[in-house]
C-alpha cells in the first residue's frame, strides 16, 4: 500500500428499494493506493455499494466523493472522468468484437475525436487511435492476453474473458478500480492468474482497488483493508487479521467448525 489518504469516502449511505433497505448508513472509506475489500453474505448489499459508486444507482441518502469531490449528481457515464472504472458480476463484454475492440471500447473516454472527426479528420483521429491502441497493447501484454489479441471475446474461455473485462475497465486508466466478484465462476488456476493481476494492477500501475468477493482465501491474501456488511450495514472493518479474528465476522459470515477463518 502506497498512500494514506482516503482517495474514495462514503459517509451514511442509505439504499432503499421500495420496502428493502439494501443499505443503512454506510460510511467507509477506500484508501489511496490500497486494495480494499467488501464482503458480507449474499444480499448483504455488496452490488448496491459498488453500484452507487459507480452511478448506477442513486442513494436514499448520504454522500460519496472522490479525491474530494462529491459524485452525487454527476451520470455513470461522467464518472470515468473521476479516475472510476468498474466490472461486473456477470461478463458485460461485447461477445462479437475481438480482445483489442473491447479493450479500445474500453479506452473511447480518453478519445479526444468523435465520429466526424474520424471522418474529416483522418488523419488526427487516426494518429491518436494508434496512440491508443499502443496503451491497449501494453494492457494486453501486462495482462498476458497476447495470445488472444484478436480472438472474439465471446469465443474464449470464461476465465480468460473475465481477464479481458478487467483489461476493458484498465483501460480507461481508472485511478479507482472498482471490482465485483472477479473470482466468481472461476477454477483454482484461474483464481490464483486473476489474484495476481489484481496485485501487480494495484503495485506496479498504481491502481486503487474497491472489490467485492466471496473468495475469503483471496481477499485475505491480498487487501489492506476489508469492509464487512451485514443486512446493508457495516458489521466491522479493519486488516484481515483483525477481521478474521472479530468475533461478530466469525459469528455472522466467516465461521466454520471451530469459529476461525483458517486460509487457503
Ligand atoms: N434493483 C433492485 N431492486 C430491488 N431490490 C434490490 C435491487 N438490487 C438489490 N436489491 C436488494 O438489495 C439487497 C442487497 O442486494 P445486493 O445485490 O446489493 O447484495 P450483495 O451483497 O451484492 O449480494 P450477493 O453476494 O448475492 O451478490 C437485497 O435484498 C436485494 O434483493
Same mark, same amino acid.
Given at each position: &500500500?502506497?498512500?494514506?489518504?482516503?482517495?474514495?469516502?462514503?459517509?451514511?449511505?442509505?439504499?432503499?428499494?421500495?420496502?428493502?433497505?439494501?443499505?443503512?448508513?454506510?460510511?467507509?472509506?477506500?484508501?489511496?493506493?490500497?486494495?480494499?475489500?467488501?464482503? +458480507?453474505?449474499?444480499?448483504?448489499?455488496?452490488?448496491?455499494?459498488?453500484?452507487?459508486?459507480?452511478?448506477?444507482?442513486?442513494?436514499?441518502? +448520504?454522500?460519496?466523493?472522490? *479525491?474530494?469531490?462529491?459524485?452525487? +449528481?454527476?451520470?455513470?457515464?461522467?464518472?470515468?472522468?473521476?479516475?472510476?472504472?468498474?466490472?461486473?458480476?456477470?461478463?458485460?463484454?461485447?461477445?462479437?468484437?475481438?480482445?483489442?475492440?473491447?479493450?479500445?471500447?474500453?479506452?473511447?473516454?480518453?478519445?479526444? %475525436? +468523435?465520429?466526424?472527426?474520424?471522418?474529416? %479528420?483522418?488523419?488526427?483521429?487516426?494518429?491518436?487511435?494508434?496512440?491508443?491502441?499502443?496503451?491497449?497493447?501494453?494492457?494486453?501484454?501486462?495482462?498476458?492476453?497476447?495470445?488472444?489479441?484478436?480472438?472474439?471475446?465471446?469465443?474464449?474461455?470464461?476465465?480468460?474473458?473475465?481477464?479481458?473485462?478487467?483489461?476493458?475497465?484498465?483501460?480507461?486508466?481508472?485511478?479507482?478500480?472498482?471490482?465485483?466478484?472477479?473470482?466468481?465462476? &472461476?477454477?483454482? $488456476?484461474?483464481? $490464483?492468474? &486473476?489474484?495476481?493481476?489484481?496485485? !501487480?494492477?494495484?503495485?506496479?500501475?498504481?491502481?486503487?482497488?474497491?472489490?467485492?468477493?466471496? !473468495?475469503?482465501?483471496?481477499?485475505? *491474501?491480498?487487501?489492506?483493508?476489508?469492509?464487512?456488511?451485514?443486512?446493508?450495514?457495516?458489521?466491522?472493518?479493519?486488516?484481515?487479521?483483525?477481521?478474521?479474528?472479530?468475533?461478530?465476522?466469525?459469528?455472522?459470515?466467516?465461521?466454520?467448525? !471451530?469459529?476461525? %477463518?483458517?486460509?487457503?
Amino acid at each position: &500500500m502506497n498512500g494514506s489518504s482516503a482517495l474514495l469516502e462514503i459517509k451514511e449511505v442509505s439504499l432503499t428499494f421500495k420496502n428493502v433497505a439494501a443499505l443503512s448508513r454506510v460510511s467507509c472509506s477506500v484508501q489511496k493506493g490500497s486494495i480494499t475489500s467488501l464482503i +458480507g453474505p449474499n444480499g448483504a448489499g455488496k452490488t448496491s455499494m459498488l453500484n452507487c459508486i459507480s452511478g448506477r444507482y442513486t442513494p436514499t441518502k +448520504g454522500k460519496i466523493s472522490m *479525491d474530494g469531490r462529491e459524485l452525487s +449528481g454527476v451520470p455513470a457515464h461522467k464518472r470515468t472522468g473521476f479516475g472510476l472504472a468498474r466490472t461486473f458480476q456477470n461478463i458485460a463484454l461485447f461477445r462479437g468484437l475481438s480482445v483489442l475492440d473491447n479493450l479500445m471500447v474500453g479506452r473511447h473516454s480518453r478519445l479526444n %475525436y +468523435g465520429l466526424l472527426a474520424s471522418i474529416f %479528420y483522418l488523419g488526427k483521429a487516426r494518429a491518436e487511435e494508434t496512440r491508443h491502441r499502443e496503451r491497449v497493447e501494453d494492457i494486453i501484454d501486462f495482462l498476458n492476453l497476447s495470445a488472444y489479441r484478436h480472438q472474439i471475446a465471446g469465443h474464449l474461455p470464461y476465465g480468460v474473458q473475465k481477464k479481458v473485462e478487467l483489461g476493458r475497465a484498465l483501460a480507461a486508466e481508472p485511478e479507482l478500480l472498482l471490482l465485483d466478484e472477479p473470482m466468481a465462476g &472461476m477454477n483454482l $488456476e484461474e483464481t $490464483e492468474d &486473476m489474484a495476481r493481476s489484481i496485485l !501487480d494492477i494495484n503495485e506496479e500501475w498504481d491502481v486503487t482497488v474497491f472489490l467485492v468477493e466471496h !473468495d475469503m482465501g483471496v481477499v485475505m *491474501d491480498i487487501s489492506d483493508h476489508v469492509v464487512v456488511l451485514d443486512f446493508g450495514r457495516v458489521l466491522a472493518s479493519g486488516t484481515p487479521e483483525a477481521i478474521q479474528n472479530n468475533p461478530k465476522v466469525i459469528s455472522a459470515y466467516l465461521g466454520d467448525d !471451530d469459529g476461525l %477463518y483458517k486460509g487457503r
